[in-house]
């Protein structure tokens, strides 16, 4: 938490709408979408790794069933 209040004081919002406009003159609006999902698809299988489930690996399913 500390560190998202720190990140926002140091990022108004000016600097983001910069930021922004930055991205989506340099990638185009047809590529943010996927961008995006690639980055959510990253987040995921990080939080899964540090959880310690591994998608695929059987017996995490089975687990899963069995409660």
């Given at each position: 938490m500390i560190t998202n209040s720190i990140l926002l004081g140091i990022l108004g919002g000016q600097e983001i709408l910069i930021i922004a406009l930055i991205?989506?003159?340099?990638?185009g609006g047809r590529k943010i979408?996927?961008?995006m999902r690639g980055l959510g698809k990253g987040v995921k299988e990080f939080k899964?790794?540090?959880n310690g489930i591994d998608p695929d690996s059987d017996t995490s399913k089975?687990?899963?069933?069995k409660k």
């Amino acid at each position: 938490m500390i560190t998202n209040s720190i990140l926002l004081g140091i990022l108004g919002g000016q600097e983001i709408l910069i930021i922004a406009l930055i991205i989506l003159i340099l990638f185009g609006g047809r590529k943010i979408p996927e961008l995006m999902r690639g980055l959510g698809k990253g987040v995921k299988e990080f939080k899964d790794g540090v959880n310690g489930i591994d998608p695929d690996s059987d017996t995490s399913k089975k687990e899963d069933t069995k409660k």
